[in-house]
T-cell receptor, first 114, second 111 residues
Framework: DAGVTQSPTHLIKTRGQQVTLRCSPK?????VSWYQQALGQGPQFIFQ???????QRGNFPDRFSGHQFPNYSSELNVNALLLGDSALYLC?????????????FGPGTRLLVL | QKEVEQDPGPLSVPEGAIVSLNCTYS??????FMWYRQYSRKGPELLMY????GNKEDGRFTAQVDKSSKYISLFIRDSQPSDSATYLC???????????FGQGTTLQVKP
């Protein structure tokens, strides 16, 4: 049973560029949430996708956007990158029927903005 | 004031010790409480999940929730070097899936 997968594992960008991160949820899961984890901090909720729509959003600017595809996979896009966007980006999947709180995380994508 | 406060540690204990990890929170609407373990350069792994107040035990791990005090704990019995990791508490208001995390406590178990 494949768990949550994310790509790429590492990424280096420069300020002002745009980045797209990808996530495939655990088999059978229908909800994808994205989190940002700065070094030494706990993850911060960015947004959640269910039925191809953004259902919840945290306190992140519009530069952060996402998408969910019919196969439940998801993308996180960040425009106009800032140095402060350097972090580990985590994707978590869950199943609505089992409760959205039971989330399983992927290994993350480590983004460095220079 | 952060919604969820967690002592970042680091916490260092000898193998076999009982470890107590704690979080306090300010939002009385939180109903779901989770503990995650995160090894270095890995994603968080769900350890324990509790709804409302009470205790839950799973092997060497026990989670406690005291909603009246807005305080949750994770106890690890007979700690092992493989338990060395960062432990994150997380909570949410309802079936929203918006998890609010603590800062994480770094635990080192010495052989």
């Amino acid at each position: 049973d494949a768990g949550v997968t994310q790509s790429p594992t590492h990424l280096i960008k420069t300020r002002g560029q745009q980045v797209t991160l990808r996530c495939s949820p655990k088999s059978g899961h229908d909800t994808v949430s994205w989190y940002q984890q700065a070094l030494g901090q706990g993850p911060q909720f960015i947004f959640q996708y269910y039925e191809e729509e953004e259902r919840q959003r945290g306190n992140f600017p519009d530069r952060f956007s996402g998408h969910q595809f019919p196969n439940y996979s998801s993308e996180l896009n960040v425009n106009a990158l800032l140095l402060g966007d350097s972090a580990l980006y985590l994707c978590a999947s869950s199943l609505v029927a089992s409760g959205r709180e039971t989330q399983y995380f992927g290994p993350g994508t480590r983004l460095l903005v220079l | 004031q952060k919604e969820v406060e967690q002592d970042p540690g680091p916490l260092s204990v000898p193998e076999g010790a009982i470890v107590s990890l704690n979080c306090t929170y300010s939002n009385s609407a939180f109903q779901y409480f989770m503990w995650y373990r995160q090894y270095s350069r890995k994603g968080p792994e769900l350890l324990m999940y509790t709804y409302s107040s009470g205790n839950k035990e799973d092997g060497r791990f026990t989670a406690q929730v005291d909603k009246s005090s807005k305080y949750i704990s994770l106890f690890i019995r007979d700690s092992q070097p493989s338990d060395s990791a960062t432990y994150l508490c997380a909570m949410s208001e309802g079936n929203t899936g918006k998890l609010i995390f603590g800062q994480g406590t770094t635990l080192q178990v010495k052989p």
